[in-house]
Nanobody, 126 residues
Framework: QVQLVESGGGSVQAGESLRLSCAASGFIVGHRCMGWFRKAPGKEREGVASFDTDSTTKYADSVKGRFTVSRDNAKNTLWLQMDSLKPEDTAMYYC????????????????????WGQGTQVTVVS
C-alpha cells in the first residue's frame, strides 16, 4: 500500500524552528520526485520545496534560506527543516510523491503529484 504520513507540526513562536517528517511506505522515496506543499485558510495550495531523484532541491522564494528539504534513504523518509518561522508560514503542510518522472527544473505543480499525505498543521504566533 502506497502511503505518506507526515508528522512534526505544532505551534511555535515566530523565529523558532520545526522539523517535519514524511514517512513513506509502499515505494522508495529515492526513486521518486518528492515535494512539500502547504495550504493556509483562504489561500491556494502552495509548493514549498521539492527533492529530486538525483538529490537536487528546489524552494519557493518565500522559504529560500529558511527551509531545508532532505531525504533519509535508510528510513525512507523526507524531511523539512523550517527555521526562522514567520506567522505567514502558518498552514497545513503536506508531502507528496510523483508516480513518474523527475522533478525537473522548477517546483512541480501539485497536480503532477499522485500520492499525498494527510497533512500536519504548523502554526506560528508572533
Amino acid at each position: 500500500q502506497v502511503q505518506l504520513v507526515e508528522s512534526g507540526g505544532g505551534s511555535v513562536q515566530a523565529g523558532e524552528s520545526l522539523r517535519l517528517s514524511c514517512a513513506a511506505s509502499g515505494f522508495i522515496v529515492g526513486h521518486r520526485c518528492m515535494g512539500w506543499f502547504r495550504k493556509a485558510p483562504g489561500k491556494e495550495r502552495e509548493g514549498v520545496a521539492s527533492f529530486d531523484t538525483d538529490s537536487t532541491t528546489k524552494y519557493a522564494d518565500s522559504v529560500k534560506g529558511r527551509f531545508t528539504v532532505s531525504r533519509d534513504n535508510a528510513k525512507n523518509t523526507l524531511w523539512l527543516q523550517m527555521d526562522s518561522l514567520k506567522p505567514e508560514d502558518t498552514a497545513m503542510y503536506y508531502c507528496a510523491a510523483r508516480e513518474f518522472g523527475v522533478c525537473g527544473g522548477s517546483l512541480p505543480p501539485p497536480g503532477s503529484y499522485s500520492v499525498w499525505g494527510q497533512g500536519t498543521q504548523v502554526t506560528v504566533v508572533s
